[in-house]
């Protein structure tokens, strides 16, 4: 007979619970010290180890040959409660059994004592459903039950269970299992289970697992039942997710404004198995990755593969932030309207695409924010001399003589300056990095790691770069670099006055600029 994967790899001491070492290495001090409390409370998201917790408790203080806090497994108790045969560890669903009925039975119970095992222990699942009532008829049994019952509550909402019941238990929070936690776990079951699964397929499903390691299980279960390798584009095609590619380029056509792009890509999502509102949350998702690259530049936080930092710095660095803040309430606002309304999903999706297209479509104060951002940025442009102002055409009828065309300026090698002189530095260098960071990530690593001085007797600014891959990075996004610096209050008035050299000794010492 099949077993789910989840139940077959279901932890059986607390050293095989992942992700939860603050409360197993303490619960497992306690059974092998027989300091075991009276009642626990075990509060977290699902999937991420109460009730394997309690039932590894349960056979903990049962155990008649334990190993260093762990059962034995092997013991007739332990073997009784891994069977279910015995009646003196209970496991109750407190959604279906909420009144104070089965709770006046269970107080009367308590008092007889185990009838194989050393003690009798109740486990109380999703116990923030019982009634007030029910949590009244155990305060007194929970503050002072008799030596031989043991109670563990497990929640998923611990703000629903009464002061007076937490203030009776000892409380463990299980935290969400990280991904590579996850992955690792992952890996392991399908290499014991033959399953090919690729390191990326399971980052994809640990991260739709948000941090519950029985879904976690079920989804990998749920993929390989296909008998094919478990990629990340057969995980997206499974579960109707999205891969970060796709959601990459939905941003750009955002930018773009390719509404063909867009209105073909909610066609694929609707004929597809794909639901919109999975779409959208893939793609809020994104836009909060996004922002998090945006405020602090540091994507590792994320825990994504390299692959995926890449897209999602790319698209980050079309945006701003104000803009970033405007799409994400425009598609949070169509999420909930979609719930409410699932009839009208695709009406939704398609016209709050074209609002994030084209912030004038939309007159709230985020849409405004988002305009008025965008034009900040130009006008100081403009006032710097950066970007041509707008005028008015007028007609004219002389033949104008076609000036002759200038040289194209060929691209600067990255060579220290032959001629250097005196050095100052540059004030604000700092506030360079964030402005061009808010276009592009990458490029404000580039630039706080390189050392800026300006030369009066030549009127340029020269750039030592960290090492020749960064010169060549900053010096192709020359024109985004003057940018910058003309948005934090430096004085320069054109590109050219930019040189840009690798950060090589042999540059710095023929060109006498030992003190960059």
């Known amino acids: 007979m099949h077993q789910a994967l989840y139940r077959k790899y279901r932890p059986s001491v607390f050293s095989d619970v992942y992700g939860q070492e603050h409360i197993t290495s303490i619960l497992q001090h306690e059974a092998k010290n027989n300091s075991v409390s009276h009642a626990y409370l075990f509060s977290g ?10 039932k590894i408790l349960a056979k903990s203080v049962n155990c008649l040959n334990l190993k260093d806090g762990n059962p034995c497994g092997e013991c007739e108790n332990c073997r009784a409660i891994d069977l279910g045969t015995t009646t003196d560890v209970l496991e109750m669903d407190a959604a279906t059994n909420t009144g104070v009925d089965y709770i006046r039975d269970l107080r009367d119970n308590v008092l007889y004592t185990p009838s194989i095992l050393k003690k009798r222990v109740y486990i109380i699942d999703e116990a923030h459903m019982l009634s007030d009532s029910a949590f009244n008829a155990l305060l007194k049994t929970i503050e002072e039950p008799p030596e031989h019952v043991l109670f563990i509550f497990a929640t998923t909402e611990q703000h629903k269970i009464p002061a007076t019941i937490i203030s009776r238990c000892q409380r463990f929070e299980f935290r969400r299992i990280s991904m590579d936690s996850l992955v690792k776990r992952l890996l392991f079951i399908a290499d014991k289970e033959g399953i090919d699964l690729t390191e990326e397929g399971a980052a994809i499903i640990a991260k739709t697992a948000q941090g519950g390691m029985r879904d976690a299980i079920s989804l990998m279960e749920l993929c390989a039942g296909a008998h094919t390798k478990i990629t990340p584009e057969h995980v997206n095609a499974i579960l109707g997710t999205s891969s970060y ?85 425009l598609l949070d606002n169509a999420y909930l309207n979609m719930m409410r309304n699932p009839t009208q999903k695709r009406l939704m999706a398609e016209i709050t695409l074209m609002k994030m297209c084209d912030p004038k479509l939309s007159d709230s104060s985020d849409a405004l924010i988002s305009r008025i951002s965008a034009l900040e940025d130009k006008l100081t442009l403009i006032s710097k001399g950066a970007l041509p102002s707008y005028t008015e055409p007028v007609e004219n009828t002389e033949v104008v003589k076609e000036e002759p065309t200038q040289e194209i300026e060929k691209p600067q090698e990255h060579k220290a300056p032959s001629k250097p002189k005196a050095y100052e530095e540059i004030f604000g260098w700092d506030e360079v990095s964030v ?13 706080s790691k390189s050392i800026a001085r300006y030369c009066e007797a030549d009127n340029k600014y020269y750039i030592q770069a960290d090492n020749e891959i960064s010169a060549k990075m900053l010096t192709d996004n020359k024109q985004a670099l003057f940018d910058a610096m003309l948005l934090s209050e430096i004085s320069i008035n054109s590109p050219s006055q930019i040189d840009i050299f690798s950060k090589k000794k042999q540059d710095t010492k023929k060109s006498g600029l030992e003190e960059f």
């Open 245 to 329: 590619e796709k959601m990459a380029t939905v941003a750009k056509s955002i930018v773009s404004k390719d509404y063909k792009s867009l209105f073909e890509t909610i066609n694929e999502v609707v004929a597809s198995s794909k639901d919109i509102l999975v779409f959208f949350a893939d793609l809020t998702s994104f836009y909060r990755d996004m922002m998090v690259v945006k405020s602090f530049g540091n994507a590792n936080y994320l825990e994504l593969p390299e692959s995926e930092i890449r897209l999602l710095s790319d698209a980050a660095s079309l945006f701003n932030m104000a803009t970033l803040i405007y799409h994400a309430s």
């Open 45 to 54: 998201s699902r999937g991420t180890g109460k009730t394997t917790c309690a």
């Open 435 to 447: 402005k061009i960071g808010e276009k592009s990530p990458m490029l404000s690593s580039f630039v």
